[in-house]
């Protein structure tokens, strides 16, 4: 299917999450070097599994998940013989599917991601530690631990945010309150005013 810029820049928010495309080099590289020997992986929305057959290569095992067929299609024409022995390929949906057990990394490189919270909280019931993610930010990769506590935004001073719910922000207040510290940092929290609009919405 081939969609001219004006067609693409009218686009919601839900079939843009649908879209597919490949990352760059350096984009994958920031994901394979928080990928260890011991690590399961969960790959979500992967694609026609480039990075996912290259995680395979460092890690114990690794599960791709793509909602497209005719994407993973492409993936297995362009390989030159059978599927490495620890990739796994599951072709579905990554919020009705259940979760492999004891994953212990989800990467998740989606920057129009409508789910991030269910994807982030299924990862967490598997034993996943860490999420490597671009969905957040929407741009670069950041880690994300998933066991940490969070503090609720109220509890938090002036600065820069990110929150369980996958939104991300600046909360201001009085500019005594901005340090070296809280102008640098990423404060992770839960309870956002992006949640509050969230349980109106429900």
């Not at 984009?27 to 394979?32: D, G, I, N, P």
């Not at 530690?129 to 880690?143: D, F, H, M």
């Not at 998933?146 to 939104?167: K, M, N, Q, T, V």
Request: proline share 7%; with cysteine.
């Amino acid at each position: 299917m081939t969609m001219t810029r004006g067609a693409l820049t009218r686009l919601n928010d839900a079939e843009w999450e649908m879209m597919w495309a490949p990352y760059d080099e350096p984009t994958y590289q920031a994901v394979l070097a928080h990928i260890q020997p011991h690590d399961v992986v969960l790959d979500i929305g992967a694609g026609d599994l480039r990075l996912a057959l290259r995680m395979a290569k460092i890690a114990k095992r690794v599960y791709a998940v793509e909602l497209q067929p005719t994407i993973l299609w492409q993936g297995f024409a362009a390989i030159a013989g059978a599927l490495p022995q620890n990739l796994t390929i599951l072709c579905g949906d990554a919020r009705e599917l259940p979760f492999p057990p004891n994953i212990t990394v989800g990467v998740l490189l989606m920057r129009h991601c409508l789910h991030f919270q269910l994807y982030a909280e299924k990862l967490k019931t598997v034993g996943a530690q860490k999420l490597i993610t671009n969905a957040r930010w929407r741009l670069g990769v950041e880690i994300i631990p998933l066991s940490i506590s969070r503090p609720s935004y109220s509890e938090i001073p002036l600065g820069w945010y990110a929150c369980w719910c996958g939104a991300t922000g600046f909360k201001c207040g009085p500019a005594e309150q901005l340090t070296p510290e809280n102008e640098e940092k990423i404060f992770e929290v839960r309870n956002c005013p992006n949640c509050h609009k969230l349980a109106e919405v429900c």
